[in-house]
């Protein structure tokens, strides 16, 4: 089993940043992809941003890039997910996910997911 632990979350006005760390323990494998996705009140939860830590690929939704980073932090044994220029819209439960495969997906198909962390943004 794999345990995800986000952490990082808070209050921001909108135009800040804040980085969110997601903290694997357990079975862990070095390389298989680790995710990032948020639900916002009311919606679905959607994909954010992905990195396939085989070979260092990352991937983005289209609303975030250019605005979030996501990161592998070896040292601290950690991915990361740097938000910059945040906006009111960004708001939402950011979770941590970590997949079996191989293969980076934009779907929800993942294996392990974290407890979710609350980023607000206000206006």
């Known amino acids: 089993q794999v345990q995800l632990v986000e952490s990082g979350g808070g209050l921001v006005r909108a135009g800040g940043s804040l980085r969110l760390s997601c903290a694997a323990s357990g079975r862990t494998f070095s390389n298989y992809p680790m995710g990032w996705f948020r639900q916002a009140p009311g919606k679905e939860r959607e994909f954010v941003a992905a990195?396939?830590?085989?070979?260092?690929?990352?991937y983005y939704a289209d609303s975030v890039k250019g605005r979030f980073t996501i990161s592998n932090d070896n040292a601290k044994n950690t991915v990361d997910l740097q938000m910059n220029s945040l906006k009111s819209e960004d708001t939402a439960v950011y979770y941590c996910a970590a997949r079996r495969l191989l293969v980076v997906t934009r779907t929800g198909d993942w294996d392990y997911w974290g407890q979710g962390t609350q980023v607000t943004v206000s206006s």
């Open positions: 990195l396939n830590r085989r070979d260092g690929s990352t």
